[in-house]
């Protein structure tokens, strides 16, 4: 009955979420699981593959004042999530990280030197006694019903409109490059429970985000995996969700981390859904190996070595798991176009783009509307058969169904050429120019040896080849 009653629930909520969009929106399917067939894809168990594109913005879950000059109130200013949804929509997203904030009250190089406020947060705020911010201790022992209820409808609302949500549970960046430790629930002035997880105590805290076994560590521990067995309890019965583990905590977060992975897998094997579990890079002093080698299902690294190289020339070949490259850990909220958008697409990687929701016109836009195009092209071609396919152009950007549909980036006006040596039959040629969002037919052309191909117009543009005869290659 409850089941039934939870099912209705959200039939109820997704209709009133879709009677506002304009837009005839498609409820997310899932839980997503890796494509074993061609695993740098997602599939939804329809056998067809997903790829994810979209922006994300720190205030998507708790209200903040982060990038919001002079909003240092407390509460802080409440952010206009079902506004952020229509945006997503607008641009045609299917992804966003639902960010989580750990502290109550801080400062940082972002900030001006200003103080921000973030609420709500997980446990509820019983006292007795004052925290260092000037209100009541944190019971770590007792969940706060706003947090988990904003969470849930949060990705419920997403879910109706077809969006993703990666449901992030830690973030370290804070407890390492600001005074946030002050004010985080699990330094001991915060709390009721006489909890420290500054176990050496040097003021920093980083030591939360790390394995330790002494008695203080296994308390920390106990409390962090009570509270993910909540966030799981809470929005596992969702189609559209991910887990990410914890948002560039530091390089020794290794060992943590991964254990992390394995009890979410672990707890949700006896739920009725399990959901991909993600790693995003390690700031500072982490390695993109670490996240190759880690259990996660999904891994988001930083620019890497010269052969890496996911800021300017993302690499194919460097993994075997889904690559979400997020422009978070390449350059933080200030960079990030649409040449980038395709050459991570064309090279097989899905994409996320970090916002500021500045109005437009804006040097965001560029990237904004390109992660709308890859998404409409992966729903276009046979995105389960394609794979990233360098040798075959001359522009090294290419995703291929060898024989049957090709898919070529060229950043430039220019001539260039497409192997079509294995492809007999004939080709339909399709031009869409990135800059206007707008596609022109070409002249059909007959495989079988390599072609030369001009591009019809100024600035980056894609080529779409698929053959005619309506026999696939196998």
């Not at 993600?278 to 982490?286: D, E, V």
């Not at 800021?311 to 194919?316: F, K, N, Y």
């Not at 969002?437 to 980056?460: C, H, I, K, L, Q």
Request: hydrophobic share 35%.
């Amino acid at each position: 009955m409850k089941r039934l009653l939870t099912v209705l629930t959200l039939l109820c909520l997704c209709s009133a979420v879709q009677s506002q969009d304009s837009q005839n929106v498609t409820p997310a399917k899932g839980p997503l699981r890796v494509l074993d067939s061609n695993p740098r894809w997602f599939t939804d168990g329809s056998g067809r593959a997903i790829a994810l594109a979209g922006s994300h913005v720190w205030q998507s879950l708790q209200d903040n004042g982060l990038l919001i000059r002079g909003a240092t109130s407390n509460p802080p200013p409440v952010f206009d999530y079902d506004g952020y949804l229509a945006f997503l929509k607008k641009h045609n997203h299917n992804f966003f990280r639902l960010w989580r904030w750990e502290t109550t009250k801080w400062t940082d190089s972002y900030t001006d030197g200003q103080v921000k406020y973030c609420q709500p947060h997980p446990w509820l705020r019983t006292g007795p006694g004052q925290a260092n911010d000037g209100a009541a201790k944190f019971d770590l022992t007792k969940f706060n019903p706003e947090y988990f209820e904003r969470l849930r409808t949060r990705v419920s609302k997403a879910q109706c409109l077809g969006i993703y949500t990666a449901v992030m549970l830690f973030e370290g960046w804070e407890i390492q490059f600001s005074d946030a430790w002050e004010n985080h629930p699990f330094h001991l002035p915060n709390n009721v429970n006489g909890v420290e997880a500054d176990l050496n105590g040097d003021g920093s805290g980083i030591e939360y985000n790390t394995l330790n076994t002494s008695e203080a560590g296994r308390r920390v521990l106990e409390l962090q995996e009570a509270y993910v067995r909540k966030v799981i309890d809470t929005v596992n019965e969702f189609d559209n969700v991910l887990y990410e583990i914890c948002n560039e905590a530091h390089a020794d977060s290794t060992e943590w981390q991964y254990h992390m992975i394995r009890f979410v897998r672990d707890y949700e094997a006896r739920k009725p859904k399990q959901h991909p579990v993600g790693m995003t890079f390690q700031y500072r002093g982490g390695s993109n190996e670490t996240l190759f080698n880690s259990p996660a299902d999904w891994i988001s690294p930083n620019p890497g070595d010269a052969k890496q190289s996911y800021r300017d020339e993302p690499c194919s070949s460097c993994t075997t798991k889904v690559v979400v490259n997020d422009t978070d850990h390449l350059w933080g909220h200030t960079g990030g176009d649409n040449i980038w958008v395709w050459r991570s697409f064309t090279r097989g990687l899905n994409v996320l783009f970090m916002e500021e929701l500045l109005p437009s016109p804006t040097w965001q836009d560029s990237a904004r509307q390109a992660m709308g195009q890859i998404l409409r092209w992966a729903s276009r071609v046979d995105l389960k058969t394609m794979k990233p396919e360098e040798s075959l152009s001359t522009t090294r950007y290419c995703l291929a169904s060898r024989g049957n549909e090709y898919l070529v980036f060229q950043s430039n006006k220019g001539e260039f050429n497409v192997d079509l040596s294995d492809a007999p039959g004939r080709f339909q040629v399709v031009w869409f120019n990135v800059n206007l969002d707008r596609e022109m037919p070409g002249t059909p052309v007959d495989g079988g040896a390599s072609r030369t191909f001009t591009t019809p117009f100024p600035g980056p543009a894609v080529l779409y080849l698929k053959r005619l005869d309506g026999q696939r290659t196998l």
